[in-house]
C-alpha cells in the first residue's frame, strides 16, 4: 500500500527518486522518460504526470510535471521534495530577449531576476536565484557537444508570473538594456525554493521565440508551423532533454 500519498502529485514513499526532472508541459513528461530506460508512469493526477526511467548509466530518475507558473510549481516540488526528491532539473521553455537568443537556441541560466512573488515564501526578494552550479556547468557541457556554439547560451534569465503582461507594467525595455538572455515563469522560485533547503537545482530552456523579433503568438491557423510546433523548437526540446540525461550519467554515476 502506497503511504505518505501527496495531495496533489499523488506520490507517496518509494515513487520519487533522488533526481528530478521537472516540465511545466504534460506532455513534455512521457517525452522525457521516452529518453531513458524502461519507462513507467508513476502517477496521473490533476493534469500532473509522473514518471520513473533509469539513464544509460541506469541512474534511476523521476519526471514530473508542474503546470505553469510558479505557484503551480510550488506546490509541485513541495510535494517531491517530502517523498525523496534532492536534484532537481528544470527542463522547459523561454521566450529570448538578448537578440541573439534565436528560436531554437537553448539557454541554460546562471540565476535569475525574481520578478515573481511565490519565492518569497522561501527568502526575501534581496535573496538571489542561482543556479547550483556543478548542476548548470554539466547541463551547459552536455548541450555545448549537441549543439553549434551559436545556439546555446548562458547567463540571466527573467522569471515573470505574468505571461500576458499590460503595456503600462512590461519591464522588457529594462531588461533588455541589462543584456538578461531570457524570459520563463519558473526558474526563479526553483533556485531559491533548493538553495534554501539544501537542495540542488539548475534549469535548460529551449527557446520558442524571440520577444523583439518572433514573440510565440497566437496561429493563423492549426496549420502554421509556429510556438510548440516550429521544427527548430521541437528539435531544441529533444536536444535539451538528451543534454540533461547525459548530465544527469556525468554527475551520479
Known amino acids: 500500500m502506497k503511504r505518505r500519498v501527496q495531495p496533489h502529485l499523488r506520490v507517496g514513499e518509494g515513487d520519487v527518486e533522488k533526481v528530478v526532472i521537472i516540465t511545466g508541459n504534460p506532455d513534455r513528461v512521457p517525452l522525457i522518460a521516452n529518453a531513458m530506460r524502461d519507462p513507467q508512469e508513476v502517477s496521473r493526477y490533476r493534469g500532473l504526470l509522473t514518471y520513473r526511467g533509469y539513464t544509460p548509466g541506469g541512474v534511476p530518475v523521476t519526471i514530473s510535471g508542474t503546470g505553469m507558473g510558479t505557484p503551480s510549481t510550488h506546490i509541485c516540488i513541495e510535494e517531491l521534495a517530502k517523498v525523496g526528491a534532492e536534484h532537481f532539473i528544470r527542463v522547459g521553455t523561454c521566450g529570448g530577449i538578448e537578440l541573439s537568443v534565436k528560436t531554437g537556441d537553448v539557454v541554460v541560466p546562471t540565476g535569475c531576476i525574481r520578478d515573481e512573488r511565490t519565492s518569497l515564501n522561501y527568502a526575501p526578494i534581496e535573496y538571489p536565484a542561482v543556479a547550483s552550479p556543478t548542476l548548470q556547468r554539466a547541463l551547459l557541457d552536455s548541450i555545448s ?37 531570457c524570459i520563463e515563469m519558473e526558474s526563479s522560485l526553483l533556485f531559491v525554493f533548493a538553495q534554501t533547503r539544501g537542495f540542488h537545482a539548475a534549469s535548460i530552456l529551449a527557446v520558442d521565440g524571440n520577444l523583439h523579433r518572433d514573440p510565440k503568438e497566437e496561429q493563423k491557423d492549426e496549420r502554421e508551423k509556429t510556438g510548440e510546433q516550429n521544427p527548430l523548437l521541437v528539435e531544441a526540446i529533444e536536444k535539451e532533454a538528451e543534454a540533461t540525461v547525459s548530465a544527469i550519467d556525468r554527475l551520479f554515476v
Open 145 to 181: 557537444g549537441l549543439l553549434p556554439p551559436d545556439r546555446v547560451h548562458a547567463g540571466l534569465c527573467w522569471t515573470s508570473d505574468v505571461y500576458y503582461s499590460a503595456p503600462e507594467s512590461n519591464q522588457l525595455a529594462l531588461w533588455t538594456r541589462c543584456r538578461v538572455k
